[in-house]
């Protein structure tokens, strides 16, 4: 069974950075992307960031790129560093897993219909 484990959000003032965890289980981690998105109140969920765990490509969105840095390790856990955040940030964050060519796709397009794997989402709050 595919499970993925989102953690690390909560409360930060404006400019300050969180790193949020993604724990997957129940499929070879080296054979997917991991993928975060996010949902604010009232809003779209959108691609924020995707890593391919076997070849390192990774993408980020333009509200994002040169703030968030996504990595992963050798134990089946993706991160997404974020840093400077902004309130426009505030949002639940969802990682999520695929075949690359799906998810980055659905990162870039925010199709989420594309992505088959979700895990719940973790809440990243910034206060001005």
């Known amino acids: 069974e595919v499970q993925l484990q989102a953690s690390g959000g909560g409360l930060v003032q404006a400019g300050g950075s969180l790193r949020l965890s993604c724990a997957a289980s129940?499929?070879?981690?080296?054979?997917?992307?991991i993928g975060w998105f996010r949902q604010a109140p009232g809003k779209e969920r959108e691609g924020v960031s995707v890593?391919?765990?076997?070849?390192?490509?990774t993408y980020y969105g333009d509200s994002v790129k040169g703030r968030f840095t996504i990595s992963s390790d050798t134990k089946n856990t993706a991160y997404l560093q974020m840093n400077s955040l902004k309130p426009d940030d505030t949002a639940v964050y969802y990682c999520?897993?695929?075949?690359?060519?799906?998810?980055?796709?659905?990162?870039?397009?925010?199709?989420?219909?594309?992505?088959?794997?979700w895990g719940q989402g973790t809440q990243v709050t910034v206060s001005s």
């Open positions: 129940g499929f070879t981690f080296a054979d997917y992307a």
């Open positions: 999520a897993a695929d075949r690359a060519n799906s998810i980055f796709l659905a990162t870039m397009t925010a199709d989420i219909h594309l992505v088959k794997y």
């Open positions: 890593i391919s765990r076997s070849d390192g490509n």
